[in-house]
């Protein structure tokens, strides 16, 4: 009797986590159902938002930039597509494209000059520069967001965080940790010395120098030995301003 309770017993106690678990997945798809009614609702909620204020996303880049993080937060892409609702109603698909062609162009005819890594802000600068006559004012926001979408393409664009700033690289060359520091302290004056740098990171002057001659083969700085002191200086361009070099 007693190994007929026991199993009775043990019996019971399956029974009954089966119906906990049970009752967990029909709270949970109650949860799920619950949440993708409101997310339904969200989003036709900002689809009535974005046709009462499209005018104001497209001209103005701040809201524009408050639009997206609203989107990101329902799980909207406006930018996944050229088709469809939001590309009909707001036109910013074509709007981030022409953006992108224009980025690709300045990366390219600044390339030269830079070796193919240029300052964000900078970048923008000469964008808007461009765009003087187009209707809507641009953003950091709006060209990281172009950039994001050259990146899908394979096209080897992206932005890489050097100290404060953010420079946007065009060209496939890895920076390693000792490249991105010696950028980093160019930016107070627009170049360094070997002597600067053994002095500001504490390196040895074969390590100071075979960071600058990879950084210079690679194109991404110039040297200039016309000085007195007849300290060579390493000037990378990626931290100076190239407004003028390609504004026209």
Not at 77 to 95: Q, T, V
Not at 119 to 145: H, T
Request: glycine fraction near 8%; aromatic fraction near 6%; charge should be positive.
């Amino acid at each position: 009797m007693r190994r007929r309770a026991g199993i009775g017993g043990l019996q019971n106690a399956a029974a009954a986590r089966d119906q906990y678990r049970l009752l967990g997945e029909n709270v949970a798809k109650l949860r799920t159902d619950l949440m993708k009614e409101q997310l339904s609702t969200f989003r036709s909620q900002l689809e009535d938002f974005a046709r009462k204020h499209k005018n104001d996303i497209r001209k103005n880049p701040a809201f524009r930039s408050q639009f997206h993080e609203m989107c990101a937060k329902v799980g909207v892409d406006p930018l996944a597509s050229n088709k469809g609702f939001w590309a009909e109603l707001l036109g910013i698909g074509d709007f981030y494209y022409e953006l992108g062609v224009q980025i690709v162009d300045i990366c390219l005819a600044t390339r030269p000059h830079n070796g193919g890594l240029i300052n964000l802000e900078e970048l923008c600068k000469v964008l808007s520069q461009r765009r003087k006559g187009a209707r809507e004012a641009i953003s950091e926001d709006d060209c990281l967001r172009a950039i994001g979408k050259l990146k899908v393409l394979g096209s080897g664009f992206e932005v890489i965080t050097v100290g404060k700033r953010k420079l946007v690289r065009s060209v496939p060359t890895e920076l390693k940790k000792d490249h991105n520091e010696i950028l980093e302290l160019s930016q107070a004056q627009g170049f360094v010395t070997v002597e600067e740098v053994e002095r500001r990171l504490s390196w040895s002057t074969g390590r100071a120098t075979d960071a600058l001659e990879t950084l210079l083969d690679e194109g991404l700085a110039m040297i200039d030995d016309g000085h007195r002191d007849g300290k060579r200086r390493y000037w990378f361009p990626c931290v100076s301003s190239i407004s003028s070099f390609v504004a026209s």
